[in-house]
């Protein structure tokens, strides 16, 4: 399923073009939902204006009547009409509108798209199961580092599947194995729903042999919730859906938990709709026969599926090279810092100073450094008391992609270090122990880096390129010149012996 059969030609996202600059809106007509997601421009990191989902069923019972519920065709209609409203009150002109497997299956699905398209007042794309595959490969690309696995996306009707490998999308397949779809052909039986699931799923074997020791990018709402009730069964102290990671094991025993239990025992099981709680067990059933079929290295759970797939197909090649992280901590750096100039300095600057040590920093450390560096003002205008935990709440809760939860730990320590001091005991437990001894390490080397970078420079740029910082003879070495020889105080000579203990160096300032 290549990239240039079905994508439309792009529209450039660069900083100088005005539809890049402009909102724009998706309106995914499921057969669960009924979604609307306003954005605030088309860019890498896209960051949602307003969201708002209605569950309106128009998928169920279409399997065996053949045709969309009157009922849910009443609720599907009546929401389009407010979106439509909705989007003329934030003023956004781009609408895409797409349809999935409800109204791709029903008899009266064409009815329903001429009425849905009269409401919310533009054209409606039906997607066939082979294009959603192909915008939900996608979404998991523009959400994910290098990507590598095969893409999952559950909804209320069906179940696509498609290889993802970088930027490169494989051939897709679609089921009729959705929660609505399942919950219909079985007559609400969950036992029933497995042999059903078994059958079918034999057939993606092209797509599932390829798994092994790879990732699983689970994306739909019924994993999703899935995964919130798996963190609250494992006490999990970050509550962010995407980048989730979960070990095959520790799924499949909970996917067997969730399969024989009245979900309403579940631990957490408030925060899932009432609409989705039936669901809940479906969405276990084929999640678990993925799992012993495929034998990923993980299942990572991803909040980015069709609708930002069908955002990143419309940006320019360049634009879709860019690393969504990066682009995003881009964005709040020149929000929130003082000198947005700056953390480009700092980058330039820990470079040449992480390069001279031993011990090589991978690709991926390289770019949480360099994004941590563009996060290391933002909390500027807290007060200095809590600059640190601030830094942690906007960073931890951040709607970022393109990083794992152990990354994410890494750049509120690394900035909360800056803050607060590199001693160890400082940090939080639950960082800690999310990022993992590397890079815990890595963070205390980075926050020790930037007590000094910030103190020498006030945070403004086009200062720190004057004040190299290396390794020499063993020891790290500041160097002031010689005209600004009244930086080198007490304070800045603090700083720095601070950032050799963290690496077991001595630190000196010399002024030349």
């Not at 949602?48 to 019972?61: A, D, S």
């Not at 065996?64 to 003329?88: Q, S």
């Not at 082979?130 to 939900?136: F, T, V």
Request: charged content about 25%.
């Amino acid at each position: 399923m290549g990239l240039s059969s079905t994508s439309p030609m792009p529209i450039s996202a660069t900083a100088g073009d005005a539809p890049a600059r402009t909102p724009v809106a998706i309106i995914d007509i499921g057969s669960n939902s009924v979604r609307l997601v306003a954005y605030h421009r088309l860019t890498r990191a896209p960051t949602p204006l307003y969201n708002e989902k209605v569950l309106c069923g128009l998928g169920r019972n279409v399997i065996t009547t053949g045709r969309l519920n009157e009922e849910a065709v009443r609720r599907a209609l009546a929401a389009l009409a407010r979106f439509r409203v909705l989007c003329e009150v934030m003023k956004i002109d781009r609408v895409f509108v797409l349809a999935t497997a409800a109204a791709r299956d029903a008899e009266n699905g064409p009815d329903f798209l001429a009425a849905a398209e009269a409401a919310c007042g533009h054209p409606i794309e039906l997607l066939s199961g082979r294009r959603e595959a192909e915008l939900s490969a996608l979404g998991v690309i523009s959400g994910f580092h290098a990507p590598d696995g095969v893409v999952g996306d559950l909804g209320g009707g069906s179940l696509e599947l498609v290889d993802v490998r970088g930027a490169t999308v494989g051939q897709g397949v679609t089921m009729p194995l959705g929660g609505l779809a399942l919950q219909d052909l079985t007559g609400g039986s969950p036992k029933k729903a497995q042999k059903i699931v078994r059958d079918h799923l034999k057939k993606a074997a092209p797509q599932l042999e390829t798994l092994r020791g790879r990732s699983f990018y689970a994306v739909g709402g019924t994993w999703r919730a899935l995964a919130r009730l798996h963190q609250a069964a494992r006490l999990y102290p970050f509550h962010v859906m995407h980048g989730y990671c979960v070990e095959p094991s520790d799924e499949l025993n909970f996917l067997e938990v969730v399969e024989r239990v009245d979900t309403a025992l579940l631990a957490d099981v408030e925060t899932i709709s009432e609409a989705r709680r039936p669901l809940l067990a479906y969405g276990a059933i084929v999640l678990e026969e993925i799992i012993r079929i495929g034998r990923p290295r993980e299942v990572a759970i991803s909040a980015s599926g069709v609708r930002e797939g069908l955002l990143y197909e419309q940006l320019d090649r360049e634009t879709r090279a860019v690393d969504p992280l990066l682009a995003a901590a881009s964005e709040l750096n020149v929000l929130r810092a003082r000198s947005p100039g700056h953390a480009n300095d700092l980058i330039a600057w820990t470079d040449r100073f992480v390069s001279a040590l031993d011990g090589p920093e991978t690709a991926d450390e390289r770019r949480l450094r360099h994004a941590a560096c563009l996060l290391s003002d933002i909390g500027w205008r807290a007060h200095p008391d809590y600059r640190g935990e601030h830094s942690i709440d906007v960073i931890t809760q951040g709607a970022f992609v393109g990083i794992d939860h152990p990354g994410r730990a890494y750049l509120a320590l690394a900035v909360y270090f800056r803050h607060e001091g590199v001693a160890a005991e400082k940090a939080s437990p639950m960082l800690r122990g999310l990022a993992g001894p590397r890079l815990f390490e890595r963070a205390r080397l980075l926050g020790g880096l930037l007590r000094v970078a910030f103190p020498v420079s006030a945070g403004m740029a086009g200062t720190l390129p004057r004040i190299p910082i290396g390794v020499a003879d063993g020891k790290v070495l500041l160097t002031i010149p010689a005209e600004w020889r009244a930086l080198a105080g007490e304070r800045i000579l603090g700083r720095v012996r601070g950032l050799g203990r963290v690496i077991g160096l001595e630190g000196r300032v010399e002024v030349g």
